[in-house]
């Protein structure tokens, strides 16, 4: 399976807003901080998870974004989706067109492996990812790291 870039950026970034959920909307500069994903990816990132209806922006001051709905109902695959994200284990592209226009022998065998890998990632939600132990300290070191960075900075603004 290759999944590129576009992909795994989308469900850090998402993962990362069910994370912080509770503290309102959250920026895309805070994502772009903590992630170290490029701002401008993100916004790329995030129009498409909001026509897919996956989040919701919030204007004004304070705003950024939130989830549209509970981390309990969306799924990796979902967003993976939503950016236009295939999860293709072939070589090939989606015709088939392998072999000179036509499929290869092993052409099947791994359209059925993409799907099977597509089914495993439909029954991963968002909730089951904040869940994770591993997931959790994860979190907390960059909160930590993003926090001394702002430290940092207010304090080198001041002298």
């Not at 498409?48 to 950024?64: A, D, F, I, M, T």
């Not at 969306?74 to 950016?83: G, K, N, R």
């Amino acid at each position: 399976m290759r999944l590129t870039t576009k992909g795994r950026y989308a469900v850090t970034a998402m993962l990362d807003l069910a994370l912080h959920e509770g503290r309102g909307p959250i920026s895309l500069a805070d994502i772009s901080s903590r992630q170290k994903i490029s701002l401008s990816y993100l916004e790329q990132l995030f129009a498409k998870l909001r026509r897919n209806e996956l989040v919701k922006s919030v204007r004004g001051p304070g705003g950024g974004y939130q989830l549209s709905r509970g981390k309990e109902t969306i799924y990796v695959s979902e967003v993976i989706d939503a950016v236009n994200e295939s999860v293709d284990a072939t070589g090939c592209n989606s015709a088939g067109d392998c072999l000179e226009g036509e499929s290869c022998l092993t052409h099947h065998l791994w359209c059925d492996l993409s799907e099977q890998i597509h089914h495993f990632l439909s029954e991963i939600s968002l909730s089951d990812l904040v869940a994770r132990k591993d997931v959790q300290e994860v979190s907390q070191r960059q909160d930590r790291a993003q926090t001394q960075l702002l430290n940092t900075i207010e304090m080198e603004a001041v002298v």
